[in-house]
């Protein structure tokens, strides 16, 4: 068995997905209880639909803010903190997630590919912020009265283009990439761990179950992420 210890390895990516905040209470978008079950992405997640009925957007924007904001880090992701605190240099986060729930839990160094539910910006004239008050108690501009957009990159907008370049980066130097709870169905996303691997770099996949893209992970541990982050982090003290 191929020892995936985080302690064994200088350079660490971490790359999560909605699996990884689902024993905090964040639902997932497919599988069991996933929010896409219920909502359509077309209707409350995209750009068209936000220019078509901004306040329905809201609406559902502001249902994830409090579903979310109600929800802690899980030890999963206090156990990455941990890691990136015993390697200050050595650990990245590269999410899919817009939860925050890294960033709670004490990561630093954490690369938002889908943006976050918190940041919010006005496409028409620049201005930008972060609230985490749920609901969102003003929906429109402070500087010119459009609606508030969320800082979410949605079905068919670009990933940002300094995040991507970062990512792919930390992805071309790694020598162990940890997935962790994605279904590997949404791209460019699902993709960028073919970049470590073909840097030779040994890729785990965190999942309980199997994804599209299994074949290219050497090791799969079939778990929660709380069950596999405590034995991939074990033997990693932070210090002092
Ligand atoms: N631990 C680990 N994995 C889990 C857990 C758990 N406790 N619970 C569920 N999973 C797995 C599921 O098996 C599934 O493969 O997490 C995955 C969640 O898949 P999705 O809901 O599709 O989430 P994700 O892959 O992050 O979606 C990618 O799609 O909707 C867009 O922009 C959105 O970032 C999102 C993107």
Not at 45 to 57: D, G, I, L, S
Not at 58 to 66: G, K
Not at 139 to 167: M, S
Not at 193 to 212: D, F, H, M, Q, S
Request: with cysteine; charged share 25%.
């Amino acid at each position: 068995m191929v020892d995936v210890r985080v302690r064994s390895f200088e350079s660490v990516v971490f790359f999560t997905g909605a699996g990884m905040s689902a024993e905090s209470g964040v639902p997932t978008y497919r599988g069991k209880g996933g929010i896409w079950k219920e909502y359509d992405h077309e209707s409350c997640a995209c750009q068209t639909a936000f220019e078509r009925e901004p306040e329905y957007v809201w609406e559902f924007h502001n249902y994830r803010r409090e579903l979310v904001g109600k929800c802690e880090p899980n030890e999963g992701h206090l156990a990455i903190a941990r890691a990136e605190r015993a390697r200050p240099a050595g650990i990245d986060v590269v999410t899919q997630n817009i939860d925050g729930l890294h960033q709670r839990a004490g990561s630093q160094r954490v690369h938002e590919l889908h943006g976050s539910l918190w940041k919010l910006r006005c496409d028409a004239c620049g201005w930008r912020d972060e609230d985490h008050r749920a609901p969102l108690p003003e929906i429109h501009c402070p500087e010119c009265g459009a609606y508030k957009r969320p800082g979410i990159v949605w079905f068919g907008d670009n990933l940002d283009g300094t995040t991507v370049r970062t990512v792919m980066e930390r992805m071309a130097s790694c020598d162990l990439l940890v997935s962790i709870g994605t279904s590997a169905v949404v791209y460019p996303a699902a993709e960028l761990p073919l970049i470590a691997r073909r840097r030779g770099a040994v890729l785990v996949e965190v999942n309980p179950e199997e994804t599209p893209l299994s074949e290219i992970y050497q090791v799969h541990m079939r778990c929660p992420a709380t069950e596999a982050l405590a034995e991939l982090c074990e033997g990693l003290e932070a210090p002092g």
